[in-house]
């Protein structure tokens, strides 16, 4: 089974400053890689997939990239709206692994 | 719009068995992949199950492998899962999720608002 880690998986931000979360799989898995938003009672709300693309509707302060084993996700200016906890996924093979998550709160 | 709405959770004992059921709407149901995702109480998401559009192809994380069965109704735009031998570490939100595959990319756009499963004596 291909193992998601995920750093941090805890961040204290203001608003706007610039995030990065890094995902990292145990073998390549090329870009088959999304990521998800959650918030507390919320079901997740996919942000980026094939590693990079963001999903239609999703400010384009959030940005996706990577391949093979090391992802990241970028938060260019945070938000107010965007503290939550944030997870990434593989999609190259079974099980359908996600990271552990990385919660960004408020500073 | 697309709409997935879980039901069928509610609080079971050890050992017991409950079904889930995930109505869709506002997309062509027969065309797309499904997913159960579950979260325990605080923890993260995990991964449960896979069904193709036919259900020519399925798979099972190993946790529930055997003791649960996901399959879907094309005709009633329905998902669902059948949970055997509950356990207490089955405890979580259940979500079912629609997949979108492409040449080139998987991804779980659409999630219902899940159903809460709760296995204690």
């Known amino acids: 089974d291909i193992q998601l880690t995920q750093s941090p998986s805890f961040l204290s931000a203001s608003v706007g400053d610039r995030v990065t979360i890094t995902c990292r799989a145990s073998?390549?898995?090329?870009?088959?890689l999304a990521w998800y938003q959650q918030k507390p009672g919320k079901a997740p709300k996919l942000l980026i997939y094939a590693a990079s693309t963001l999903q239609s509707g999703v400010p384009s302060r959030f940005s996706g990239s990577g391949s093979g084993t090391e992802f990241t996700l970028t938060i260019s200016s945070l938000q107010p709206e965007d503290f939550a906890t944030y997870y990434c996924?593989?999609?190259?093979?079974?099980?359908?692994?996600f990271g552990p998550g990385t919660k960004v709160d408020i500073k | 719009e697309v709409q997935l709405v879980e039901s069928g959770g509610g609080l079971v004992k050890p050992g017991g068995s409950l079904r889930l059921s995930c109505a869709a709407s506002g997309f062509t149901f027969s065309s797309y992949s499904m997913n159960w995702v579950r979260q325990a109480p605080g923890k993260g998401l995990e991964w449960v199950s896979s069904?193709?559009?036919?259900?020519?192809?399925?798979y099972y994380a190993d946790s529930v492998k055997g003791r649960f069965t996901i399959s879907r109704d094309n005709a009633k735009n329905s998902l669902y899962l059948q949970m055997n031998s509950l356990r207490a570490e089955d405890t979580a939100v259940y979500y079912c999720a629609r997949e979108v595959v492409t040449l080139r990319s998987y991804y779980f756009d659409y999630w219902g608002q899940g159903t809460l499963v709760t296995v204690s004596s």
């Open positions: 069904i193709s559009s036919s259900s020519s192809y399925i």
């Open positions: 073998q390549g898995i090329s870009s088959y």
């Open positions: 996924q593989q999609l190259n093979s079974y099980p359908r692994t």
